[in-house]
């Protein structure tokens, strides 16, 4: 599975943003994906994460209430919709997919990697 992720840039703090991620290679709906984020000099950590079904969706607490992750089987994309950018929310974001089912909060559990997307938040 080759993964392919778009939609970062540069927004002020208050803004919005959506992140898409089109993997290819593979029956998409076979894989639970997720997006994490790094901001430099720090782990690479969970945002968000949505089932292969795109009904069970699942968040790190720094992001619950603002970032929205969905899919769409039938375009093969995944996105992540991020509401109320706060500075602390720049990284490079990652989009990942994982043969579970069910997905996963864990870098561990996810099989395949995009090249990652930066997004920088301006105070």
């Known amino acids: 599975v080759q993964l392919q992720a778009s939609g970062g840039g540069l927004v002020q703090a208050g803004g919005s943003l959506r992140l898409s991620c089109a993997p290819s290679?593979?029956?998409?709906?076979?894989?639970?994906m997720g997006w994490f984020r790094q901001a430099p000099g720090k782990e690479r950590d969970f945002a968000a994460g949505?089932?292969?079904?795109?009904?069970?969706?699942f968040y790190a607490d720094s992001v619950k209430g603002r970032f929205t992750i969905s899919r769409d089987n039938a375009k093969n994309t995944v996105y992540l919709q991020m509401n109320s950018l706060k500075p602390e929310d720049a990284a490079v974001y990652y989009c990942?997919?994982?043969?579970?089912?069910?997905?996963?909060?864990?870098?561990?559990?996810?099989?395949?990697w995009g090249q990652g997307t930066l997004v920088t938040v301006s105070s």
């Open positions: 290679g593979r029956t998409f709906s076979d894989y639970s």
């Open positions: 990942a997919a994982s043969r579970l089912a069910s997905g996963s909060y864990y870098r561990r559990d996810y099989d395949y």
């Open positions: 949505i089932d292969w079904s795109g009904y069970s969706t």
